[in-house]
């Protein structure tokens, strides 16, 4: 894929597992700047040139995600959700007038995928709650996409990615950004009270995926003409 016209720099907090590595692959294909974090910074450093090496490219780094949050425009946070609230409430300053695009699902596995009650309602109002007087734009978005599909450079993702959110701007970016992963289209799934189904569907299709021994994503049919 060719390198965007629109550059942006973009941080994985807590991109060292699969979902961040996978999203830092697409993102530095389509031409950004990714910064892979992690809390411990040595291992940020570790990922981020492993990923460089593999991919025969220069725009790939890493770091602690306090580092990686300062120096980005765009900050997609991949943390587990345990570490959920910690990490935004660590970051916090450093997320100030930035998009955040929040692509945590609230989950645990007991004998397969279970949720995870938010009292928020989702990860992502949980997320807009805790930044709420930073001036970020939280987005929700990149929940149901296959790791192991995005670290494949060469595979297309066939998938559609929900976005949501109550900034318009923010949510059209990410909605873009979306757009540069070979096979992905950006949906706008609508405002953050939606975020609840979109998180949720992902559990939904971690327990399909493991049955059937598929990587499945999400498609919303009747849009082509859109």
């Not at 059937?212 to 498609?219: A, C, F, M």
């Amino acid at each position: 894929m060719p390198d965007t016209a629109s550059s942006h720099v973009i941080a994985l907090i807590g991109g060292t597992g699969p979902e961040g590595r996978g999203l830092a692959t697409r993102f530095a294909l389509a031409g950004h700047r990714v910064i892979i974090g992690s809390r411990d910074a040595e291992r940020g450093v570790a990922a981020g040139a492993e990923l460089a090496a593999a991919l025969g490219r220069t725009n790939v780094e890493g770091g602690g995600n306090d580092v990686a949050a300062q120096q980005a425009d765009i900050v997609v946070v991949v943390v587990p959700y345990a570490a959920h609230r910690a990490t935004l409430e660590g970051l916090r300053e450093h997320l100030a007038g930035k998009i955040v695009v929040d692509a945590v699902v609230p989950m645990i596995f007991d004998r397969g995928p279970r949720p995870v009650t938010v009292e928020a309602g989702s990860a992502t109002e949980e997320a807009a709650e805790i930044l709420k007087d930073s001036g970020a734009k939280v987005v929700g978005a990149f929940h149901n996409l296959s790791a192991e599909v995005l670290l494949e450079p060469e595979a297309p993702v066939d998938a559609d990615v929900l976005v949501t959110g109550a900034d318009a701007e923010a949510k059209q970016t990410v909605i873009a950004l979306a757009g540069e992963i070979a096979g992905v289209r950006g949906v706008d799934a609508g405002p953050l009270r939606f975020s609840h189904f979109v998180e949720s569907i992902t559990i939904l299709l971690v327990g399909i995926n493991g049955r059937y021994k598929i990587h499945g994503g999400v498609r919303i049919a009747g849009m082509d003409a859109h």
